[in-house]
């Protein structure tokens, strides 16, 4: 839902654009209005809001507050019981295909936990693991290289998205696309061919599989404004103003790059020296489809509803996007 400026006949001229996308859409399509809020935060995106100032104001001291030893016991917890994990799988699963049950579920259970290995890397990438940028950029560096994430890349990506939330063209990500796209017609007219049932299935499943590497490679979710991004490459996507990495951020992804390649490289010697790829692919890519599932879905419904109000111009501010 994009909101507009109005006019005087703002209700009449709403209520033909709503008719027109109705035509627009499948019926299964149209009838899926509001979910729980029944629209509630849709209205209130053109009420008066508090100022940024007055929101920050009325927070707790105490949640400004970092400690480092903390943040640190947190990510040596989640980093012991992934190490865990991969002991069990190493020593105690065999490498056979009737084993593949038992990897199945190794890849679900490891996936989950290292999920939190990412959260602690989330927050070093917010600053607020610790007040050493020195400590947070190096925990954050390791931890989101050993998971394929471009640490600093998705640092300042990560940065953008909070700055533009829920702002239907300059977003950096969960930006919907709008009902008359070409592109989006022909999502909807697939739903309707196969049903709204299995068509929620299979997009699910697309989108918790390669959502993802999606998302790092070609900005997909990213509003019209930001162009085809790419998280290894800084000059990819838009230039001038909406510049996904200007200036000192270029060097940044160079060397998230490095820490990415020298990894790559490490899981390739280890195929290796096992002699085979297989022993590499059920320890490491299979927790690492659970992780990325994890963090696609998380953030999905954190992101997507049909209640949370996508505003643009002069109506969008960080307030109500936030």
Known sequence: ???????????????????????????????QEFSGLQGKALKSALQDYPSRQEIMANIPKQCFQKNTTLSMAYAALSVSMTILCLLFGYYLIPMTWLALPLWMAYAAVTGTVVTGCWVVAHECGHGAFSDSVIVRDAVGYLLHTVLLVPYFSWQRSHGVHHSRTNHASEGETHVPGKADDPQNQAMYQLAENVGEGPFAIIHMALILLVGWPMYILKGATGGPMRGATNHFYPYAGATGQHELFPGKWK???????????????????????EGSAMK??????????????????YTWLQHTDVD???LDGDLWTWQKGA
């Open 280 to 297: 590499v692919v059920a320890m490491y890519v299979g927790p690492y489809i659970v992780c990325n599932a994890w963090l696609v879905g």
């Open 251 to 273: 060097s940044k992804v160079w060397l998230s790059d490095i820490g990415i390649a020298a990894f790559v490289a490490g899981l390739v010697y280890w195929g290796i020296k």
């Open 1 to 31: 839902q994009v909101g507009e400026k109005g006019s005087k006949a703002a209700p009449e001229a709403a209520r033909e654009r709503e008719a027109a996308r109705r035509r627009r859409l499948p019926s299964t399509m149209a009838q």
């Open 308 to 310: 949370v109000p996508h």
